[in-house]
Nanobody, 113 residues
Framework: QVQLVESGGGLVHPGGSLRLSCAGS????????MDWYRQAPGKQREWVAL???????DYADSVRGRFTISRDNANNTVYLQMNSLRPEDTAVYYC???????WGQGTQVTVSS
């Protein structure tokens, strides 16, 4: 059974930071490209960032320069460091493993004063 479990969401003021984690089990984690997506209320799910098996990264223009994706293959975990958060970053954030097209359950991030 492939599982991804996100954590680290919460309420933060504009300009603040959060670090999301995604722990994987049941998959050969180090063999999968990993993505972060987000879905704001009333909007479609949108892609945020990816990290390849070798550690190459790419970002949506809306988060480039503010968010950093990283991975720890030894611990089957991928991270999303989010800095300079804005109210428009408010969404449920989802981890995605391209092997098996697996999604986590999501973690809520709310940016509000």
């Amino acid at each position: 059974q492939v599982q991804l479990v996100e954590s680290g969401g919460g309420l933060v003021h504009p300009g603040g930071s959060l670090r999301l984690s995604c722990a994987g089990s049941g998959i050969i984690f180090s063999s999968s490209v990993m993505d972060w997506y987000r879905q704001a209320p009333g909007k479609q799910r949108e892609w945020v960032a990816l990290i390849t098996i070798s550690g190459l990264t790419d970002y949506a223009d809306s988060v480039r320069g503010r968010f950093t994706i990283s991975r720890d293959n030894a611990n089957n975990t991928v991270y999303l460091q989010m800095n300079s958060l804005r109210p428009e970053d408010t969404a449920v954030y989802y981890c995605h493993a391209r092997i098996g097209q697996t999604w986590g359950q999501g973690t809520q991030v709310t940016v509000s004063s």
